[in-house]
């Protein structure tokens, strides 16, 4: 191999520093362990502080979770939350700033966001079908929606939450 070939590593190649965002994923009733798996691995690849898994989401021990999360629901902070609105409630007391990633009438484009504007970030994703439920539309800061171009006017949840959390993070 020359010295001028790129070699793909290995996940022992890889090296962090730990750190992570005042960033935290709030999950209402996300109920298929795969995307809550999927969810776990954004949260550590992406650098996100928590996960709450909130009403009827699903939480570890799960085979499938753990088979999708590939061990990251070992590493990632979580707690599970009955109640989604009280959990929101809870971290806006603390300084957050509620984010619901939902198609509405008063969504904004994603991209328009400014996320820096203040310091902790809560993200708030709600089950493939049923979506953010309303008493959490009531209360977040704000509503963003991934412009899509396709046909279809959502896409699944895991996927919404990795493009979401990348547009944060980076933006932080």
Do not use: W
């Amino acid at each position: 191999m020359s010295a001028d070939t790129d070699r793909q590593l290995t996940h022992s190649d890889h090296r962090t520093d730990g750190g992570c965002f005042s960033l935290v994923i709030l999950l209402d009733s996300v109920g298929d362990p795969a995307n809550v798996g999927s969810i776990f691995r954004v949260a550590d690849a992406l650098g996100v502080a928590r996960l709450m898994l909130c009403g009827h989401s699903v939480v570890p021990p799960s085979r499938r979770l753990a088979r999708t999360s590939r061990a990251t629901e070992k590493s990632v902070v979580y707690e599970y939350c009955e109640d989604p609105v009280m959990a929101a409630v809870g971290l806006r007391e603390r300084g957050y700033r509620l984010i619901a990633v939902e198609l509405t009438e008063r969504s904004v484009d994603l991209k328009t966001v400014d996320f820096n504007e203040h310091d902790k970030l809560c993200l708030i994703l709600g089950a493939e079908q049923a979506g953010v439920s309303a008493g959490l539309l009531e209360i977040v800061d704000q509503t963003v929606h991934i412009p899509m171009l396709g046909q279809n006017s959502s896409m699944n949840v895991a996927i919404a939450c990795a493009i979401t959390v990348y547009e944060a993070t980076r933006a932080l």
